[in-house]
């Protein structure tokens, strides 16, 4: 058995959104490690300049916001000519938090994590779809959700209810798509350090989160490694409308 090719994106082209974050980031490394052309999107155009210029060949920069239908086809349109054609990996991996109580989040605060996190996952996805479909080609899509779709903590109303909804939303995916050759899972890590929880987790709620781990740590980046593989790959290519988690044994304790 061809172990190292059954993993192997060689040929392929990946859509990365957030590449600019922790997570995103590492996402496109791994990606274009095993073989594949990145697009790396981000509205921090900086960002993601300099990483596609960290990586080299076979990786581009796009600018991307999620929220607006518009832009999304345009960052859609730039990475294929990049590229070189459709992209047949997307990894939808943009997200915002918004920290505060439940009583004191304001409408605006719920609608900004609702439109990253909830609407610009349905708008990247829906458009990597429909031009999976038009060019008659399989292909991968890897949401990002997170152990809080189905937990909760204090603070993050909005983020926990994007993250609920986006298990839902890829589950309607993947069946939906799976004529087309289009498989869709979630990806769920559990907590990692990023620039959205990281002053959280040092503080001593936080910390008190972290002990409750089984595993008592956070996640890396690099645990998340193999698991993204396994969805984007042949390696995965019975698996649609699943859900991956990845966190320590969080959501399985009771505590």
Aim: aromatic content about 4%; hydrophobic content about 50%.
């Amino acid at each position: 058995m061809d172990l190292a090719g059954l993993f192997s994106l060689d040929g392929r082209r990946a859509f990365i959104t957030g590449a600019s974050g922790v997570l995103g980031a590492h996402f496109a490394r791994v990606l274009h490690g095993a073989g594949a052309q990145v697009a790396l999107a981000a509205r921090r155009t900086d960002a993601v300049t300099a990483l596609a210029a960290e990586l080299g060949p076979r990786a581009a920069a796009v600018t991307l916001d999620v929220t607006d239908a518009a832009h999304v086809a345009a960052a859609f349109d730039a990475a294929e000519t990049a590229l070189g054609g459709p992209c047949d990996i997307l990894v939808n991996n943009a997200g915002i938090a918004v920290t505060k109580s439940f009583l004191q989040q304001e409408a605006a605060d719920w609608d900004a994590v609702m439109a990253v996190n909830l609407r610009g996952c349905f708008l990247v996805g829906q458009e990597a779809a429909k031009r999976l479909v038009a060019a008659k080609q399989p292909g991968a899509i890897v949401n990002i959700a997170s152990v809080l779709g189905e937990r909760v903590i204090p603070g993050v109303a909005g983020y926990t209810a994007a993250k609920a909804g986006l298990l839902q939303l890829t589950r309607q995916m993947a069946v939906e798509l799976a004529r087309h050759g289009i498989r869709v899972n979630a990806l769920a890590p559990g907590y990692v350090a990023t620039d959205i929880n990281r002053d959280y987790f040092a503080s001593e709620p936080g910390q008190a989160m972290i002990r409750r781990v089984p595993q008592r740590r956070l996640g890396n980046p690099e645990d998340l490694t193999g698991p993204l593989l396994l969805l984007a790959s042949a390696a995965g290519a019975h698996m649609t409308g699943a859900t991956l988690t990845v966190d320590g044994g969080h959501s399985v304790n009771p505590l």
